[in-house]
Nanobody, 125 residues
Framework: QVQLVESGGGLVQAGGSLRLSCAAS????????MGWFRQAPGKEREFVGT????????GYAGSVKGRFTVSRDNAKNTVSLQMNSLKPEDTAVYYC??????????????????WGQGTQVTVSS
C-alpha cells in the first residue's frame, strides 16, 4: 500500500509558476510509474504528465507540453510537477498517482493504483 501526499498548491497570477510535490510512503517508490492528473470543477479528471520508474522517460498532455515538467527523486520518494507560464484554464485540483503500468501506457486514471488527496491550484487572470 502506497500513501501519497501532495503539497505546493496555491494562488498564482497568469504567467506565473508553481511547483507541486508529492511525497510517497509505505511502498517501494522506485517500482512505480508516477503520474499527475487534474480535475476542474464540473469536469472529468484529466491526465497531465507521467514519468517512468527511473525518471528517464516522461510524457505529457498536449495542453501542458512545453510548460510543465515532471521529475522524481527516488532517494527521497518524491515526484514533482513544475508548472510554468500558467494559464487560468490550468485552475484545478491536482493529484499525484502511482501506477504499476509502463509510463508509455499510463495515461488514463484507471491505470493508476494509488492516489493522493489532491492540492488546489488557482490561476488568476
Amino acid at each position: 500500500q502506497v500513501q501519497l501526499v501532495e503539497s505546493g498548491g496555491g494562488l498564482v497570477q497568469a504567467g506565473g509558476s508553481l511547483r507541486l510535490s508529492c511525497a510517497a510512503s509505505g511502498g517501494t517508490f522506485s517500482m512505480y510509474t508516477m503520474g499527475w492528473f487534474r480535475q476542474a470543477p464540473g469536469k472529468e479528471r484529466e491526465f497531465v504528465g507521467t514519468i517512468s520508474w527511473n525518471g528517464i522517460n516522461t510524457g505529457y498532455a498536449g495542453s501542458v507540453k512545453g510548460r510543465f515538467t515532471v521529475s522524481r527523486d527516488n532517494a527521497k520518494n518524491t515526484v514533482s510537477l513544475q508548472m510554468n507560464s500558467l494559464k487560468p484554464e490550468d485552475t484545478a485540483v491536482y493529484y499525484c498517482a502511482a501506477s504499476t503500468r509502463s509510463w508509455q501506457v499510463a495515461r488514463n486514471s484507471s491505470h493508476y493504483n494509488y492516489w493522493g488527496q489532491g492540492t488546489q491550484v488557482t490561476v488568476s487572470s
